[in-house]
């Protein structure tokens, strides 16, 4: 699945190496060098194209935004209503 289906972006952060973008659909991507698992899809290979960042801490909360650094990503997120 292409990032065409969640864009524009409202949040995007990237650096040299990676990149992360929180799309308006609350969903978070990223690509780039996967080394440390940096890229938060469970793997350490480099992608070159965007991949759903997922994980526990994901799930139930839509992404508002992202902002990473030399040695950091952070997302800010919010819970799901229940219904």
Do not use: C, I
């Amino acid at each position: 699945m292409g990032l065409a289906a969640t864009s524009p972006s409202p949040s995007r952060s990237h650096l040299r190496v990676t990149t992360h973008v929180a799309s308006v659909a609350g969903r978070a991507f990223a690509w780039g060098m996967g080394t440390n698992y940096q890229l938060g899809t469970g793997e350490e290979d480099d992608v070159w194209s965007p991949v759903e960042m997922t994980g526990k801490q994901l799930e139930n909360r839509t992404v508002l935004a992202v902002s990473s650094g030399g040695q950091h990503t952070v997302l800010l997120v919010k819970d799901k209503e229940q219904s």
